[in-house]
């Protein structure tokens, strides 16, 4: 399947300001899961300076840089990418240690940052101690089974602007944005030793094509597996209608645009996305 995304995003002062530089990730990812045929984003006005690099996380991304004040900042992001079919669930869970509640194996330095908490909470505690219950404590099955719980019981929000939500206040309201719901979800399925990661990216719906936005989710690494995906505002396991573009320990390491501006002057912003798939492709 091959997917077609243009994302657009426009700030527009009230006054000219002075853009200090900023990181974009729009560029999606390139794995054995999704290849990036073609990419291009267009920023208006041009910026005085661009260009692209890995961050930590080894997303591509690009900064962007001006000598003057601008009114208005505009990004149009415009990728092309073949999604591959897969079966979420095709691989061996190895070493044993990986299998059973909570793993204890996650000594690897490069794993650390994927297994911090983000608070103490005991209505969390008891979710995960039900979750644990609930897959006799197996690990593939309680990331299944914690998927499938948020999606029954937190309703699906939108949320357009602002950072995630603390896992407790999302768990406590009931609802929440997809990016608040993945939160949530690190937080539990870090509490069961298995190393989580926020991932921003895209979600196709056959016959939607015009009601799209940036949407969230979860990979958890597991050996033998590596790095899975677990959507909890859909209750499904990530196959080849997600497109992944930036993933961190953080949800604000994924952010798509990240800067400031020197000014007094407020802001208005408008988004739009639109993902379709091609039935044709020609480079």
Not at 130 to 143: C, I, P, T
Request: proline share 5%; hydrophobic share 35%; glycine share 6%.
């Amino acid at each position: 399947m091959i997917l077609k995304v243009a994302h657009t995003t426009e700030y527009i002062f009230k006054e000219p300001v002075f853009l200090e530089p900023h990181i974009l990730r729009f560029h999606p990812r390139n794995d054995f899961r999704q290849r990036v045929l073609e990419y291009a984003l267009a920023i208006d006005p041009p910026p005085s300076g661009r260009n692209e690099w890995l961050d930590e996380n080894g997303n591509i991304v690009e900064s962007c840089w001006y000598s003057a004040m601008i009114g208005t900042f505009r990004l149009q992001a415009t990728s092309i990418v073949e999604m591959k079919e897969s079966k979420p669930f095709n691989f061996l869970v190895h070493p044993d240690y990986y299998l059973h509640l909570p793993v204890q194996s996650t000594t690897s330095p490069s794993l650390k940052p994927y297994l911090t908490m983000d608070e103490e909470d005991s209505d969390i505690d008891d979710i995960y101690l039900e979750l644990v219950k609930k897959s006799a404590g197996n690990s593939l099955d309680f990331l299944i089974a914690s998927t499938a719980y948020l999606h029954s019981g937190i309703e699906r929000i939108e949320r357009e602007t602002g950072e995630a939500l603390k896992p407790s206040q999302t768990l406590l309201q009931k609802r929440g944005s997809c990016r608040d719901i993945s939160v949530l979800h690190m937080e539990l399925i870090r509490k069961a030793g298995i190393p989580a990661r926020f991932v921003s990216g895209y979600l196709y719906i056959s016959g939607n094509e015009q009601n799209h936005e940036l949407h969230a989710w979860v990979e958890a690494f597991l050996g033998g597996a590596g790095w899975i995906g677990f959507d909890a505002t859909t209750g499904l396991a990530v196959i080849h209608n997600h497109m992944a573009v930036a993933t961190g320990s953080l949800q604000s390491e994924t952010l798509p645009v990240n800067g400031t501006y020197r000014g007094q002057a407020s802001s208005d912003i408008k988004t739009n996305v639109e993902v379709s798939e091609l039935t044709e492709y020609r480079r």
